[in-house]
C-alpha cells in the first residue's frame, strides 16, 4: 500500500512540475509580464479588440532613450499584426499583417 502511495505523491509531483513549466514558457513567450508586453496587450485590446495568444519575432533596440520593442503578435482569433515602437514609453505602432503586407 505505501508503495502505491509513493507512486501517487511521484506521479503528482511531476504533473506539477510538467504544469509549471508549461505556464514559464508561456510567460516567456509573451513577454513574461513585462511593462511593455502589458502595455501591448492593452493597446491591442483596446485599439483592435485582440486578445493576444502569442507575441513573437520581439527584438529589442537599443537607443539613447532605452529600448525599444518591435515584432509580431497573434490574437486568439487568428489576426496578426506587426508592432514596433519609435520612442520608449510610446504607444506601439500597429500594422495588420495581411498576406499582402507581411
Given at each position: 500500500?505505501?508503495r502505491?502511495v509513493?507512486?501517487?505523491?511521484?506521479s503528482?509531483?511531476?504533473?506539477?512540475?510538467c504544469?509549471a513549466?508549461?505556464a514559464?514558457?508561456q510567460?516567456?513567450?509573451?513577454?513574461?509580464g513585462?511593462?511593455?508586453a502589458?502595455?501591448?496587450?492593452a493597446?491591442?485590446?483596446a485599439?483592435?479588440?485582440?486578445d493576444v495568444?502569442?507575441?513573437y519575432?520581439v527584438r529589442e533596440l537599443?537607443?539613447?532613450?532605452?529600448?525599444v520593442?518591435?515584432?509580431?503578435v497573434?490574437?486568439?482569433?487568428?489576426?496578426e499584426?506587426d508592432f514596433?515602437?519609435s520612442k520608449p514609453?510610446?504607444k506601439?505602432?500597429l500594422?495588420a499583417?495581411?498576406?499582402a503586407?507581411?
Amino acid at each position: 500500500m505505501s508503495r502505491l502511495v509513493a507512486q501517487c505523491f511521484v506521479s503528482a509531483a511531476l504533473g506539477a512540475l510538467c504544469c509549471a513549466a508549461v505556464a514559464a514558457a508561456q510567460d516567456q513567450d509573451e513577454g513574461g509580464g513585462e511593462p511593455w508586453a502589458l502595455s501591448l496587450t492593452a493597446q491591442l485590446a483596446a485599439e483592435k479588440r485582440c486578445d493576444v495568444q502569442v507575441t513573437y519575432f520581439v527584438r529589442e533596440l537599443p537607443t539613447k532613450e532605452g529600448i525599444v520593442y518591435s515584432g509580431r503578435v497573434r490574437c486568439i482569433d487568428g489576426r496578426e499584426f506587426d508592432f514596433s515602437q519609435s520612442k520608449p514609453h510610446l504607444k506601439f505602432d500597429l500594422k495588420a499583417c495581411e498576406p499582402a503586407a507581411c
